[in-house]
């Protein structure tokens, strides 16, 4: 409510150091880890009493005054970064800002300086800006959102899908990441067209290359249903509620909740279709030039970006979070077929760019065909051996398993029960139950 915050009261608090910032765990849904936070502001009255934002924030951005709220924000994440790093490990941090923070330069020049003195690692810094800032904002806005991904720090679409979002503004803009609003996320394990939405916000934040989010996730069968769905990362009481940066990071050292992969494995076998439609497609496209516009192709860079087998969704996938599988021969096996079907696609592009026998060509296509087979055939078998691995692990592990902490009950129950201890990050490590809320 505005009237518990007036100008008095915000220069007061500035003073004495009243806004502090709660931190809520990100965990990921593939491995069931806490991968960072998002910082979130309180107001604590000297009284001891604590506001929450949407009590003061409003008032805040109404008086132009955000911009000094921001940069607490942002020096008190740095701060706690810098915490994490001394520790040697890596934790990111969200930080919310707002239109009122891109009107300028203050926000870069702060941030930069902060990168080139060594006080921040720019991949470790993520900016939240909902959806209704961005939209309809000046081209120079825009511009300062570019300049900041560019420093190496990655750029969340907040709210995403209550309703603001053009599909211009998600192809223009640097996100990389897409947090679903909790409205879409709420009855997402009861709903079926909700789950169709977020199913297909999903495909399509993968299609552009970002990750998701999904926010206020309040229930088991909530965090289950996104896992399956193959969303990123989520965020919600259920996991939990915003606390101290010390609880969190407590949480974020102690803690593990399900993970299952299987949902981002189903989603890689649409990629990897979505990757042989295009190349057939460039093929015929060459094969019906004449061959003066053939010429003013660059066929050579055409084929060297095919043959690139690192940078094609699966291979990022299997050179980045997929070497979680390295344990299963399944997933070495694959990275001479994928090589193969690489060199193969580069070189139906060579073909298709020559006026050969159309034989030739078919016989090509054909072999990639092949080649494309097998990759969806190992993908399949992944998803199948990973879906019973984790199905055996929660089946064998009783309620009580995960109530008692230690790595010694947890580490015997897993000798004993399953003999699973030499399988690696997917399901290692000391689980305790996290109680819900
Ligand atoms: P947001 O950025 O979308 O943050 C998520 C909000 O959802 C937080 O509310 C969080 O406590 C709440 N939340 C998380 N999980 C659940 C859940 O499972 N169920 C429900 N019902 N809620 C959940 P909070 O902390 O009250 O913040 C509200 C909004 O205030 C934030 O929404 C953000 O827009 C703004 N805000 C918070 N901190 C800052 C800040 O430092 N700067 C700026 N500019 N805005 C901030
Ligand atoms: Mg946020
Ligand atoms: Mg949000």
């Given at each position: 409510m505005p009237d518990t915050m007036n100008d008095d009261s915000f220069r007061q608090a500035l003073q004495q150091q009243e806004f502090i910032f709660y931190y809520q765990p990100k965990v990921s849904?593939?491995?069931?880890?806490?991968t960072g936070a998002e910082a979130l502001i309180r107001w604590q009255r000297s009284d001891g009493s604590i506001v929450t934002p949407d009590h003061f924030i409003p008032y805040v951005e109404q008086r132009g005054l955000i911009k000094q709220i921001t940069r607490i924000a942002i020096d008190n994440a740095v701060d706690h970064l810098q915490k994490i790093k001394r520790l040697g490990l890596a934790l990111q941090v969200a930080v919310n800002i707002t239109y009122q923070d891109l009107e300028d330069d203050g926000l870069i020049k702060h941030l930069r300086s902060l990168i080139q003195s060594g006080d921040?690692?720019?991949?470790?810094l993520q900016l939240e800006i909902t959806e209704r800032t961005v939209i309809r904002s000046p081209e120079e806005v825009q511009n300062r959102l570019a300049q900041l991904a560019e420093t190496g720090m990655t750029i969340a679409i907040d709210?995403?899908?209550?309703?603001?979002?053009s599909l211009e503004v998600l192809s223009n803009l640097p996100f990389s990441t897409i947090k679903l609003d909790r409205s879409l996320i709420r009855d997402v394990a009861t709903n079926k067209k909700k789950a169709r939405i977020v199913s297909s916000s999903v495909r399509m934040a993968r299609l552009l290359n970002m990750s998701t989010v999904a926010e206020g996730i309040e229930d088991k069968a909530c965090y289950e249903k996104l896992m399956r769905l193959g969303c990123t990362y989520g965020q919600g009481y259920w996991l939990?509620?915003?606390?101290s940066f010390e609880q969190f990071f407590e949480l974020s050292q102690t803690r593990q909740w399900k993970g299952n992969p299987c949902g981002q494995l189903h989603l890689m076998q649409l990629d990897h279709m979505e990757w042989r439609k295009d190349i057939l497609e460039e093929v015929s496209y060459l094969v019906s030039l004449s061959k003066s516009e053939k010429r003013k192709i660059d066929i050579e860079t055409v084929a060297r970006g095919h043959s690139?087998?690192?940078?094609c969704n699966l291979g990022k996938w299997y050179y980045g979070v997929?070497?979680?599988?390295?344990?299963y021969q399944i997933y070495n096996q694959m990275e001479a077929t994928h090589t193969a079907l690489h060199q193969t696609g580069a070189k139906l592009i060579r073909m298709a760019a020559k006026q050969g026998r159309f034989e030739r060509l078919q016989e090509e296509m054909n072999t990639l065909n092949e080649l494309s087979g097998q990759i969806i055939m190992f993908l399949e078998k992944l998803e199948t051996q990973v879906q019973y691995d984790t199905l055996k692990f929660n089946q064998v592990f009783t309620e009580q398993d995960f109530l008692q902490s230690g790595d010694m009950v947890w580490n015997r129950a897993m000798e004993k029960r399953?003999?699973?201890?030499?399988?690696?990050?997917?399901?290692?490590?000391?689980i305790t139950r996290f109680p819900a809320g």
């Open positions: 849904m593939i491995s069931g880890k806490i921040l690692d720019a991949t470790l709210d995403f899908g209550i309703g603001y979002t939990s509620r915003p606390a690139d087998y690192r940078s997929g070497r979680e599988f390295r344990q399953v003999g699973y201890h030499n399988r690696g990050t997917i399901i290692s490590r000391n």
